[in-house]
Nanobody, 122 residues
Framework: VQLQASGGGLVQSGGSLRLSCAAS????????MRWYRQVLGKERELVAS???????NYADSVKGRFTISRDNDKNTVDLQMNSLKPEDTAVYFC?????????????????WGQGTLVTVSS
């Protein structure tokens, strides 16, 4: 069971990027899905979250610029980032609360993607 993130890159200030994250494996259900970001030497910051029913929350620093969305059938979560600023430069991580089934056994896990670098030049 894993999360695989993609979509990072280099963009100029004011530009846009879309991050995607796909969960794979014996997943029965995913509740919260989130995007975090981390700058070297600083704590990981929650950027956006979305419940299974689609209730969204955003950090104040990205409200009105970023949009989180998910596809429950495909077990994916995306982050559309518009009007990017140099201070958005960070490694972005997807995160999900998953119920995993393996035969008769099941468990609840918090999974992390590998991180994808977003660099916004001024």
């Amino acid at each position: 069971v894993q999360l695989q993130a993609s979509g990072g890159g280099l963009v100029q200030s004011g530009g846009s990027l879309r991050l995607s994250c796909a969960a794979s494996g014996n997943i029965y259900r995913i509740d919260f899905m989130r995007w975090y970001r981390q700058v070297l030497g600083k704590e990981r910051e929650l950027v956006a979250s979305i419940t299974r029913k689609g209730v969204r929350n955003y950090a104040d620093s990205v409200k009105g610029r970023f949009t989180i969305s998910r596809d429950n059938d495909k077990n994916t979560v995306d982050l559309q980032m518009n009007s990017l600023k140099p201070e958005d430069t960070a490694v972005y991580f997807c995160n999900a609360d998953c119920t995993v089934v393996d035969g008769p056994q099941w468990g609840e896990y918090e999974l992390w993607g590998q991180g994808t670098l977003v660099t916004v030049s001024s």
